[in-house]
């Protein structure tokens, strides 16, 4: 099983901790060479720096939105991506985890073309 570190040249900023901005996913995403990586099979664990506050579905649909759409849901895209808490603090584990929550609701929403005031 392969492991990327999404490392923190992806924040805003050198003393940012969190990782914000479509653009800025799209951009990971190029790097990452994601759209590579969707075309195999193989599960990749995905972390993030251990000083991560927040991790904002702007970037996270930036970064991993064209992946979701390529293996047609949610719940494909994690057993593909797992996302990784385990370099966290336990402290932050929880407020991440509510982000990826959020962010994975967001995906679903574009997969069915709703909106935010739709629900």
């Excluded at 099983?1 to 805003?12: A, E, H, L, Q, W």
């Excluded at 982000?99 to 679903?108: A, K, L, P, S, V």
Aim: charged share 35%; net charge negative.
């Amino acid at each position: 099983m392969k492991t990327i570190n999404i490392d923190k040249s992806f924040r805003g900023g050198s003393k940012s901790t969190t990782f914000s901005g479509r653009k800025e996913g799209q951009e990971a995403r190029k790097r990452m060479q994601l759209d590579e990586l969707d075309n195999n099979n193989e599960p990749i664990v995905i972390t993030i720096p251990e000083d991560t506050t927040s991790f904002n579905p702007s970037f996270f649909l930036g970064l991993f939105y064209p992946s979701v759409e390529k293996l047609k849901s949610v719940d494909a895209f994690k057993k593909k991506y797992i996302l990784s808490l385990e370099n966290l603090p336990e402290e932050l584990k929880r407020y991440i985890q509510e982000d990826y929550d959020d962010c994975y609701n967001r995906c679903e929403n574009e997969l069915n073309n709703r909106t935010g005031i739709d629900l």
